[in-house]
């Protein structure tokens, strides 16, 4: 028997070695194992095992590593579809199944000494009173850490060895979980009656679990793994969809039908994944989950994973999953490879969000993984959303996913009425650009007389966007980064956004024979928008909450709780705010600078403004009163803003496909897009130009092949790195990620350019 081998140190390579007769039997796909590598010795992952190899003289494996196959055979071969789909080396998709502290397994469990009642054959021997007051504590708890019990008590170690001592009680060391949500407290909730949209949409998600688990014994139904993730569903002719789109506005009570369909996947024997954004990862989210699951009278166990976690946290969750004991996984993008056991349903939370996607190899769009997870383990997966994004809905129309709806808000409620506000209109008003327009102002002291909350949205952190010299037209830049500083009002700092340089800001312009004392800030960022909200409206209390202030968890948490319970009247900030929050009080949310995001150099700036504005709008409103939402622009007829104050998703939808179908931009193909970076300008322009060349050569008669650039990457210069671009666009993208792999495995580029490749990129950047 053979064992293909992928390395963790050899790259884009897989090994064949000889299974040895006295390991026989204990390597299968999915084992950790210790290889010969040369001289040396390496650790690998077996991928598969075969009856032969193409190579002679094969060497054997020397041992097995860790506990057998901890990646199952379904998360290798989601792995390998992964390596191929997103062009990236197999071990570098291995690392996402496997993730490095289980790998490692350095972190391993905790143990602690236990304190536990022994059971009492015969008579009690005599005690003393002390010794009866001991055990009747323990009796109570039955089993205690020894040092919370010696805190409870105040007994000594030694009273406590002289009862070990008469076999009343064992003193021993016992694995404890580490539970980052432990110490939270949440009560018990039960399903909500459904109303007629949300209902329907619970039956159709079961109906096709129960179908799945008709037909899903059949040998044959295999996932096709020779397309993307969604030309897969068709595979074999067969029409029962398994992946269900669900469209419901915001408070429409999607996550009621993810808590049903999930009990019903729990009563089918099934486990459940949920994924959903970092930023959704808020308490509320997870206690939703916990509340229906864990306090209720099944006790499941939910795992939590998400970024947040320590090594040792993240292990124990591994294995909780991984031993089948979670039965319920909630987390964020990485989770789609958890190894959730006997897997029934996968819901993603909020599909159109673009933390989906992974900035680093593998670059995998944890949505698309979650479709082609459940094709490959007969799940049903459902993507849910208020503002699908355009490449799911398009598949929900083309029939490759089944669109549900839950039209109207629970109980239903109004949607927010939209007021887009014309800035150019105050702009003439006033002088220079006010930050509030007098509607926006308005509505501000109406809501704090009549003590309702206002949530203020700017999609950008710091004070302002860049510092500028008024007389000389100086900008201060980041040395390392084509971009302007943005001038941070506390601690009087330039921060570059991209690499994290951060400077004194400057008391005079530094341009060489200027020195001009009236250099300021041009743009807005959440800082100033605190800063004004404070000088026109010094009665409110105002926060700023932004990722400056997520960096603190505690602090978060604190300030959602204060908003919460009225302490705080005005809240400002960045998209975090947009998110799953959900408080009643809240009747105006004003979006300062709704252009801010349609100026991205990115074919999806439109369709993100749309979202921006609807997401941000959902949480007006959300309570007895009425909401209203105020969108601030330079821009107001711009359809992505029409639409969005119509909330006409369809409409916005016909128009924007219209806009792409003809320029060939996603969803009629899927992109790729090549950055080459170096040092030296000229050699990152000559090389890319040479990559196009072969490229073009290479993909001759490739008729759906676009190639455009190579061109300046928007963001031209990045960590003192220049930055080219290369984008190619086709409607076979594994054909295309095959044909590039093979490429990359033949070229040679100069040791100090680098190439990388991103498929189905988000980040234009
Ligand atoms: P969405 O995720 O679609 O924005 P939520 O799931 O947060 O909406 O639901 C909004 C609110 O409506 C929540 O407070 C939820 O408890 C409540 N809700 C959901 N479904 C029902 C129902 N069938 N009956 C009553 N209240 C409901
Ligand atoms: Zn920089």
């Known amino acids: 028997m053979i064992a293909r081998v992928a390395l963790e140190t050899v790259l884009r390579k897989e090994l064949d070695y000889l299974v040895p007769p006295e390991l026989e039997g204990q390597i299968e796909p999915g084992t950790r194992v210790e290889v010969p590598l040369g001289r040396r010795k390496a650790y690998g992952?077996?991928?598969?095992?075969?009856?032969?190899?193409?190579?002679?003289?094969?060497?054997?494996?020397?041992?097995?590593?860790?506990?057998?196959?901890?990646?199952?055979?379904?998360?290798?071969?989601?792995?390998?579809?992964?390596?191929?789909?997103?062009?990236c080396p197999a071990e570098i998709a291995l690392r996402s199944v496997l993730p490095e502290v289980v790998r490692r397994a350095e972190a391993g469990w905790r143990q602690r000494l236990q304190v536990r009642l022994m059971p009492v054959l015969g008579s009690l021997p005599r005690l003393t009173r002390r010794q009866q007051e001991l055990l009747h504590i323990l009796e109570e708890h039955r089993c205690l850490p020894l040092a919370?019990?010696?805190?409870?008590?105040?007994?000594?170690?030694?009273?406590?060895?002289?009862?070990?001592?008469?076999h009343l009680i064992e003193i021993v060391p016992q694995i404890e979980e580490r539970d980052p949500w432990g110490r939270e407290h949440v009560l018990p909730t039960s399903p909500l009656p459904l109303n007629d949209a949300q209902r329907n949409a619970v039956e159709a998600i079961v109906a096709a679990m129960d179908e799945l688990k008709k037909a899903g014994r059949e040998p044959a139904r295999g996932a096709d793994l020779s397309e993307g993730p969604a030309r897969s569903r068709a595979a074999g002719g067969r029409s029962q969809s398994k992946v269900f789109l669900l469209h419901g506005v915001t408070g429409s009570g999607k996550t009621e039908v993810y808590l049903q369909a999930i009990a019903a996947a729990l009563e089918r024997g099934r486990s459940a994944l949920v994924l959903v954004p970092e930023i959704a990862l808020t308490p509320q989210t997870v206690e939703r989950f916990k509340a229906?699951?864990?306090?209720?009278?099944?006790?499941?166990?939910?795992?939590?994973?998400?970024?947040?976690?320590?090594?040792?946290?993240?292990?124990?969750?591994?294995?909780?999953?991984?031993?089948?004991?979670?039965?319920?996984?909630?987390?964020a993008r990485s989770a789609v490879f958890a190894p959730a056991q006997q897997l029934g349903l996968i819901i993603v939370d909020e599909e159109h969000e673009s933390t989906y996607k992974q900035e680093e190899a593998p670059r995998y769009h944890a949505r698309d993984v979650a479709v082609m997870r459940g094709a490959l383990e007969e799940a049903v997966v459902v993507l849910g959303s208020a503002t699908p994004s355009l490449e799911s809905y398009h598949n929900a129309q083309r029939g490759k996913y089944t669109l549900l709806r839950l039209p109207e808000r629970v109980d239903a409620r109004n949607m927010p009425r939209i007021r887009v506000v014309d800035m150019r209109l105050a702009l003439r008003e006033e002088r220079g650009v006010p930050i509030f327009s007098p509607q926006l102002r308005e509505a501000i002291l109406q809501r704090l007389e009549r003590k309702e909350q206002v949530i203020l949205f700017i999609n950008r952190r710091g004070y302002a966007t860049a510092m500028l010299c008024p007389r000389c037209g100086y900008v201060a830049r980041c040395p390392a980064c084509s971009v302007a500083f943005t001038y941070h009002r506390v601690g009087q700092r330039l921060l570059c956004h991209i690499c994290g340089e951060s400077q004194p800001a400057p008391q005079t312009c530094p341009a060489p024979g200027c020195g001009d004392r009236a250099i300021r800030y041009s743009g807005l960022g959440t800082q100033r928008v605190e800063e004004a909200l404070l000088r026109q409206f010094p009665r409110a209390r105002v926060q700023r909450m932004d990722s400056d202030i997520l960096q603190r968890k505690e602090e978060y948490r604190r300030i959602l709780a204060?908003?919460?319970?009225?302490?705080?009247?005005?809240?400002?900030?960045?998209?975090?705010?947009?998110?799953?929050?959900?408080?009643?009080?809240?009747?105006?949310?004003?979006?300062?600078?709704?252009?801010?995001?349609?100026?991205?150099?990115?074919?999806?700036?439109?369709?993100?403004?749309?979202?921006?504005?609807?997401?941000?709008?959902?949480?007006?409103?959300?309570?007895?009163?009425?909401?209203?939402?105020?969108?601030?622009?330079?821009?107001?007829?711009?359809?992505?803003?029409?639409?969005?104050?119509?909330?006409?998703?369809?409409?916005?939808?016909?128009?924007?496909?219209?806009?792409?179908?003809?320029?060939?931009?996603?969803p009629f193909t899927r992109v790729m897009l090549l950055t080459i970076r170096g040092r030296n300008e000229d050699k990152v322009r000559y090389v890319a130009a040479h990559v196009r060349r072969q490229l073009e050569e290479r993909l001759v008669g490739w008729d759906d092949l676009k190639m455009s650039g190579p061109a300046p990457a928007p963001l031209e210069r990045a960590h003192t790195y220049y930055r080219y671009h290369l984008m190619l666009r086709t409607q076979r993208m594994l054909r295309l990620s095959r044909e590039l792999a093979s490429w990359l495995s033949e070229v040679t580029l100069p040791k100090d350019i680098q190439l990388t490749v991103d498929v189905d990129p988000v980040n234009f950047q």
């Open 45 to 87: 992952l077996v991928i598969a095992l075969v009856p032969e190899s193409p190579y002679q003289a094969l060497k054997p494996i020397l041992r097995t590593v860790g506990e057998r196959a901890l990646v199952s055979p379904t998360l290798l071969q989601l792995a390998r579809w992964v390596a191929e789909y997103y062009c």
């Open 148 to 166: 919370e019990f010696l805190k409870l008590s105040g007994a000594s170690l030694g009273t406590l060895r002289r009862l070990e001592e008469k």
């Open 292 to 331: 229906r699951f864990c306090a209720g009278p099944q006790r499941t166990l939910v795992a939590v994973l998400h970024s947040h976690l320590s090594a040792g946290e993240r292990h124990d969750e591994w294995y909780k999953i991984r031993q089948g004991r979670a039965r319920i996984v909630i987390g």
């Open 562 to 666: 204060e908003f919460r319970v009225g302490h705080i009247d005005i809240l400002v900030g960045t998209q975090m705010i947009a998110k799953g929050l959900h408080f009643p009080n809240v009747t105006l949310v004003g979006i300062v600078h709704a252009d801010l995001a349609l100026h991205q150099p990115d074919f999806r700036a439109a369709e993100r403004t749309f979202q921006l504005i609807t997401q941000v709008a959902g949480r007006a409103g959300r309570g007895e009163v009425e909401g209203e939402v105020i969108v601030q622009s330079f821009t107001p007829y711009h359809p992505a803003i029409q639409y969005a104050r119509r909330h006409d998703f369809e409409g916005f939808y016909e128009q924007e496909v219209a806009f792409r179908q003809p320029l060939h931009y996603p």
